[in-house]
């Protein structure tokens, strides 16, 4: 099985950047649909992004479009979030999720959490106004 882990959070103003990263370790990312979630203080982890398995496809919340990008690489076996523009409401721990493509998964990009079967412990984000 594929174990993700996070890293790249941090501390940023209103208005900055971060790049987020989720290595794969155990197994190869290429095979997996993969996504990313966040959980802010008092509130139930949400769907953020999510790229096919193919790599062709991606989808976003509509709080984050156009501000985020999710892209893979495969020959790292990583997987990114690009974060611009980023508000205090922003701030929450950013989780990465893996969902083992299935044979008819095609360019099917999950949101629900209970899709995905591998989850990696988190990074925090925090946004200052």
């Known amino acids: 099985q594929v174990q993700p882990e996070e890293s790249g959070g941090g501390l940023v103003q209103a208005g900055g950047s971060l790049r987020l990263s989720c290595a794969a370790s155990?197994?190869?990312?290429?095979?997996?649909?993969l996504g990313w979630f966040r959980r802010a203080p008092g509130k139930e982890r949400e769907f953020v992004a999510t790229?096919?398995?193919?790599?062709?496809?991606?989808a976003y919340a509509d709080s984050v479009k156009g501000r985020f990008t999710i892209s893979r690489d495969n020959a790292k076996n990583t997987v990114y979030l690009q974060m611009n523009s980023l508000k205090p409401e922003d701030t929450a721990v950013y989780y990465c999720?893996?969902?083992?493509?299935?044979?008819?998964?095609?360019?099917?990009?999950?949101?629900?959490?209970?899709?995905?079967?591998?989850w990696g412990q988190g990074t925090q984000v925090t946004v200052s106004s």
């Open positions: 999720a893996a969902r083992v493509a299935l044979l008819d998964d095609g360019d099917y990009t999950p949101r629900a959490n209970d899709e995905y079967e591998y």
């Open positions: 790229v096919s398995w193919t790599g062709s496809t991606t």
């Open positions: 155990g197994r190869t990312f290429s095979s997996y649909t």
